[in-house]
C-alpha cells in the first residue's frame, strides 16, 4: 500500500498536497482499493465555498457510492476533469493523476489537524 510522506491525510481516507494556498485532493490508495474499480467521480462544487468535513462530490464504484469530505474549509477552485472521460486513474495513480480538486483553502491551522503518513498508517493497520 502507497501512503507517500509527503503528504497529508484524513480519517475519510483522503490525501492533501499544500502548495501555498492552495491544497490538492484525492482519495488514498487504500481507499481506491477499498472501493474496487472507480466508474464515475462527480463534483459539482467548483467556485463554492464550503466548511471542512462538508461533502463535496461523490465517487461511484461498482460495488458502492462514497461521499467525499472536504478536508480543508475554503473554495473550490478546480477540479480534475479528466477523470470525467477516465474515472479509473484514480484507481491506477490516485495521488497523482486521479487527484480530485484544488482548494484554496481559509484556514490553515486546519493544515496542522490533518494525519500525517505515519498516523494514517496507524489508522489503516499498515
Known sequence: MNIPSELKYTKDHEWVKIEGDIATVGITDF?????????????????????????????????????????????IVEFNESLEQEPEKVNSDPYGEGWMVKIKFSDAAEVEELLSANDYKELVGA
Open 31 to 75: 481507499a481506491q482499493g477499498e472501493l474496487g474499480d472507480i466508474v464515475y467521480v462527480e463534483v459539482e462544487t467548483v467556485d463554492e465555498t464550503l466548511d471542512k468535513e462538508e461533502v463535496f462530490g461523490t465517487v461511484e464504484a461498482v460495488k458502492t457510492v462514497s461521499d467525499l469530505f472536504l478536508p480543508l474549509s475554503g473554495e
